[in-house]
């Protein structure tokens, strides 16, 4: 019963291994059998979850590397997995491309802003979005130039 659960859990979208030892907490006694079986099953693998969260959150979501390293951390993902998928998946897409779609999203609504009030707007919400200053800054000052 409990594992026909996790299986329907694990039908909307992979978990971590943290994720489930959470739904698992004051649900069983033995959670180490429960997260075993689902290891050999191949339905927890904490290295493929975190490469398919960068690909979907900088695809549909327009994230920053810091912030995708930040929300990976918080599912529990091992320092060393985190730093080999961003380190990978950074290389494929660069940050000032997703950056530049991120913007271009946003800058619709800022068109009547004055040229440094667009600026200070446009920096803070790419910050927010998890991109470095530098990045920020350079596609901002890409931006007015066009």
């Not at 930040?70 to 993902?77: C, H, S």
Request: aromatic content about 8%; proline content about 1%; hydrophobic content about 35%.
């Amino acid at each position: 019963m409990l594992l026909q659960k996790i299986y329907r859990l694990l039908s909307f979208r992979d978990r971590s291994e943290k994720e489930i030892r959470d739904y698992l907490k004051n649900k069983t006694s033995k959670p180490e059998q429960i997260i075993n079986q689902l290891k050999e099953q191949g339905y927890i693998d904490d290295e493929k979850f975190a490469r398919e969260w960068v690909e979907s959150r900088r695809r549909s979501k327009h994230k920053g590397i810091r912030a995708i390293k930040a929300e990976l951390w918080q599912k529990g993902i091992d320092k060393e997995i985190i730093e080999e998928v961003t380190g990978v998946e950074c290389l494929e897409s660069s940050e000032e491309q997703i950056a530049e779609k991120a913007l271009e999203k946003k800058a619709k609504a800022w068109q009547k802003l004055e040229s440094m009030e667009f600026r200070k707007k446009a920096t803070d919400f790419l910050m927010r979005k998890g991109f470095e200053y530098s990045v920020a800054k350079a596609v901002v000052d890409n931006f007015l130039e066009k």
